[in-house]
């Protein structure tokens, strides 16, 4: 059985996750021709989330505000709304209170966080990551594409060659992250491609990678106990 579009999943942020999207279903979105496959989300029209969204060619969806804001990541095929279109490998960062009307003339699939922005955040940003290049890691083997910052949030692409391990380390405001080739692995196990982590703020791992990987990451987003 599917779920309900709106049905809560993983709602809460002081909680690890971890979900394989290669399992979870399409579920009809409230235009036929977009589809989901729901990650995470609050609940609720308006609310955060974290979502696979596959557009069927020639698809567009209505004009919409974001309130929280919005970013994604293209996978397959092309995203295009006014402000023109986003081949895949692209990445865009809408702030909050923007707005457009997407469509998809050949079809696309794009992963996409909704309502994580904070306000202050007015600029949009939009990087080709297949043109734009790679810097050296904290580590050899380790690369990083910086996407995305804003007050302590940061969001990378990050690849690992084969055979590469990192030190141990907590992460302040926790850390998301998206499989997007390979397999990367932790202590707490192996996580192939497709594979969505999140990890609350100051979880610590010590992660690998034994065949190389290339992963989406977002780190110091996630909130902080009142007690910390």
């Known amino acids: 059985m599917s779920e309900h579009p709106l049905t809560p999943r993983h709602a809460d942020l002081f909680l690890r996750a971890v979900v394989d999207t290669t399992a979870l279903p399409w579920v009809a979105s409230p235009e036929p021709t977009v589809q989901r496959k729901l990650i995470e989300r609050a609940g609720g029209d308006g609310t955060r989330a974290t ?4 557009f069927a060619p020639g698809a ?32 865009v960062r809408n702030p909050p209170g923007s707005r457009h009307a997407p469509s998809a003339p050949d079809g ?24 734009t290049c790679w810097q050296p890691g904290l580590v050899d083997g380790l690369e990083v594409m910086p996407l995305g910052s804003f007050e302590g949030e940061h969001t990378a692409l990050v690849r690992w060659q084969p055979e590469t391990y990192f030190q141990p380390h907590h992460h302040f405001g926790g850390e998301e992250i998206f499989v997007l080739e ?11 491609a497709g594979s ?6 100051w979880s610590r791992h010590a992660p690998f990678s034994r065949t190389g990987c290339t992963i ?9 106990p009142d007690h910390w």
């Not at 004009?63 to 970013?71: D, F, M, P, Q, V």
């Not at 390979?182 to 192939?192: A, C, L, Q, R, V």
Request: proline share 7%.
């Open 60 to 91: 567009r969806f209505p004009e919409h505000i974001h309130h929280g804001g919005e970013e994604f990541l293209v996978l397959e095929g092309s995203f295009c709304d006014e402000t023109g279109c986003f081949p895949v490998g692209s990445y």
């Open 182 to 192: 390979g397999t990367f692995s932790d202590e707490h196990g192996d996580y192939p």
């Open 216 to 224: 989406w990451v977002k780190t110091g987003h996630l909130p902080i």
């Open 196 to 201: 969505w982590l999140r990890s609350p703020h």
């Open 51 to 54: 979502s696979l969204v596959r």
């Open 108 to 131: 696309c699939v794009i992963f996409v966080k909704l309502h994580h922005l904070p306000d202050g955040e007015t600029e949009q940003i939009v990087v080709n990551t297949r043109e």
